[in-house]
């Protein structure tokens, strides 16, 4: 067990970590948007799949990672005004057409991936920025402070998104809409405007989460890429309380415990390897257990709301 | 009016296969075409398992002359069981000639739908049971003696190695993946035994991401060479390529994923076996055959980067192990 407790695992852990983190870290923090003004998007990772699609193919196309990553932060406004439009305006079970979202992504970029390039290949996607100074901190500068600009962008996203929803007046209202949007109403809050703009810029978030894996991380598309990872982002917006520094918490315990278990195995530590791959499960489980002080989630979370009801 | 219409038709369907089930010879004239279904756990592009099934159909396909003589179906992403078990039943219901179930756990579902349809032909793998035990005697069984060509591809990582450490990742600690990372790992050994191989397992074929991360920490960790098994080594793939560390593939030619990195891949040609299987159902064995693909039957191929320049003594001692594996002196 010694070895693992070694400077360059504990270097390799945290470089692995940030970057796993990375897409959780858009998704859910897009999503607690979604959830602060009431709307369960459980489509989340549909709009990661067509995020890392558009992003990866437009990315290849005109040989910009910039712009792939523009095309996928459209598609997904795109794709959470569908959602918006189906949970908000036409009042449909928010559980249900999350998870219809989820399919016609799934579905959809598979089909787009087949009819457009049919193959999968690699890209060159956004390079590495080292930042100077910082990342010549001695052992943790280089973990740190030498990834691509997308990776800096997530960890960025968490202090502003927390500055937003506690400092600011959109942030209020985003918070009332969540809690009680007939007294929001009352007040002059357009409860629908409020949530559109949440689901979209979920949407958004969420997409670029997908282009973080094809033209950052990964820098490839393949059908289904996403893995599952837009649901436990929604289950990470419930383990961060419904805070964005929550939710960072969440994720980072997340990764960092899958890129340990990973060094386990490299090491050869004597465990099944079926067990150090359960292990992120089960200590996100137990988090959840104990963590002390549960918050209570957005009052109208997933309830449609309709002006005169009640 | 259409849907009542087709009630009635899979009524006498229904009625029909009852009736020919008690019958004791099928009366019906084979059609010309002859219609292969196939059922996979990943895509037709997933640069693996599933591809090189596909593509040794699409091959037998153009062989027996194309779309006239020989239909595809196919049905991919069916990772989960039901889902996958239900369009079994579907193309057999549907009157397919072949139908292959491509994932170790379809199984059980096969060793239920089997029986239903005995004039359908079916095939299992990868695996090397038939269900002769169980009485079944329409299924076909098939395999790929993935560690013979790990074995080659490991004897290949250490000549190649300056570090000394090679590492190595799959899917899940069972079937395809396990015969070849351990074939991998005893060419590895037997061609520089003081080599240290790590091999992770990151439970999941599909999670690229975790797939890239385990390939990080094997080179983070000191190796530099790397091999792994699943779809979802295409992340780890480019991984290797952007850190200056090589990589083997296995089950179907990857060296397109990135030229500067892949050395070789083991590739699975599946077309002898279908072809055989095929020849079999048309004159009525409808199963009860296993098949392996081993170097020996040219069902494993070792493809060269062509862009990499490998020594050649490390060549010859890769030939040279693919003789022994062919005359048994080498058991991988």
């Known amino acids: 067990m010694a070895e693992l407790f070694t400077l360059p695992v504990l270097v390799g852990i945290l470089y692995s970590g940030i970057r796993l983190a990375t897409p959780y870290l858009f998704a859910a923090v897009g999503e607690t948007f979604a959830q602060r003004s009431g709307v369960l998007n459980l489509g989340v990772e549909g709009i990661m799949l067509m995020g890392a699609f558009s992003g990866f193919y437009v990315g290849m196309k005109t040989g910009s990672p910039l712009l792939g990553l523009l095309a996928a932060a459209v598609v997904g406004i795109l794709m959470g005004l569908l959602m ?13 057409s999350g998870i219809g979202l989820h399919l016609f992504g799934l579905g959809l970029s598979s089909l787009l991936f087949k009819t457009t390039m ?45 500055w937003v929803l506690n400092k600011t007046t959109l942030g209020l209202k985003i918070r009332a809409v969540g809690q009680n ?23 958004m978030l969420a997409g670029i989460a997908g282009a973080s894996l094809s033209i950052a991380l ?25 805070r964005p520094f929550g939710v960072m918490g969440g994720a980072l315990l997340f990764s960092f415990v899958n890129a340990f278990q990973l060094w386990i195995q490299v090491k050869g530590i004597n465990i099944p390897s079926d067990f150090a791959i359960m292990m992120p499960y089960v200590l996100t489980i137990l988090a959840l257990a104990f963590a002390t002080k549960r918050a209570q989630g957005p009052a109208a979370l997933s309830k449609p709301y309709e002006r005169g009801e009640n | 009016m259409k849907s009542k219409f087709s009630r009635i038709v899979v009524l006498i369907v229904l009625v029909a296969m009852l009736v020919a089930g008690c019958a004791p010879k099928a009366t019906e004239v084979p059609s010309t075409v002859f219609k292969v279904a196939i059922v996979m756990p990943s895509s037709i592009t997933d640069m693996a398992f599933s591809q090189s099934m596909f593509e040794g159909l699409k091959k037998v396909q153009a062989e027996m002359g194309g779309e006239s003589a020989m239909e595809i179906a196919y049905s991919e992403n069916m990772f989960k069981v039901p889902d996958a078990s239900a369009a079994i039943r579907d193309y057999a219901s549907k009157g397919y000639n072949l139908v292959i179930a491509h994932g ?14 005995p004039k359908t ?62 074939g991998f ?22 999670d690229v991401s975790l797939m890239a991360t385990a390939a990080e920490t094997h080179i983070a960790a000191g190796a530099d060479m790397l091999t792994g098994s699943s779809q979802s080594v295409v992340g780890a793939i480019g991984v290797a390529k952007d850190k200056g560390a090589f990589w083997f593939g296995t089950q179907w030619d990857q060296t397109s994923l990135a030229p500067t990195a892949v050395i070789a891949s083991q590739v699975y040609d599946w077309t002898g076996i279908i072809k055989d299987m095929i020849a079999s159902v048309k004159a009525g064995v409808m199963g009860g055959k296993g098949y392996t693909l081993t170097f020996k039957n040219g069902g494993l191929v070792i493809a060269y980067n062509p862009a990499i320049t490998i020594p050649a003594e490390v060549k010859a001692a890769a030939d040279a192990a693919i003789a022994a594996i062919n005359d048994g002196t080498v058991v991988p």
């Open chain 2, 185 to 206: 790992q005893k060419g590895v050994l037997a061609a520089k035994p003081d080599a240290q191989v790590s091999v992770t397992y990151t439970g999941s074929f599909s």
């Open chain 1, 181 to 203: 949007p007939q007294a929001a109403d009352t007040l002059g809050v357009n409860v629908a405007r409020v949530r559109y703009f949440c689901v979209c810029l979920g949407g």
């Open chain 1, 218 to 242: 990964i820098n490839l598309f393949q059908e289904n890429m996403t893995n599952g990872m837009g649901f436990i982002a929604v289950a990470l917006v419930y383990f961060g309380g419904w």
């Open chain 1, 84 to 96: 918006s439009f189906i949970s908000v305006t036409m009042q449909a079970e928010q559980g249900i």
């Open chain 2, 104 to 117: 170790s756990q379809y199984g059980t579902s096969l060793q239920q739908i089997a029986p239903d349809f």
């Open chain 1, 118 to 162: 049919g193959g999968v290949e690699s890209i060159e996607g956004f390079k590495a920025v080292r930042i100077p100074l910082l990342a010549d901190i001695p052992y943790v500068g280089e973990s740190l402070f030498n990834h691509n600009v997308l990776v800096y962008a997530a960890f960025l996203l968490v202090p502003l998104s927390a």
């Open chain 2, 121 to 182: 032909a079916f095939a299992w793998g990868t695996s090397l049971d038939t269900f002769q035990a169980e009485g079944i005697t329409n299924v076909f069984a098939y395999q790929a003696e993935a560690q013979e060509g790990g074995y080659v591809l490991g004897t290949v990582a250490a000549l190649m190695s300056k570090s000394g450490v090679i590492g190595e990742t799959g899917p899940v600690d069972a079937g395809d993946a396990k015969l070849y990372i351990e």
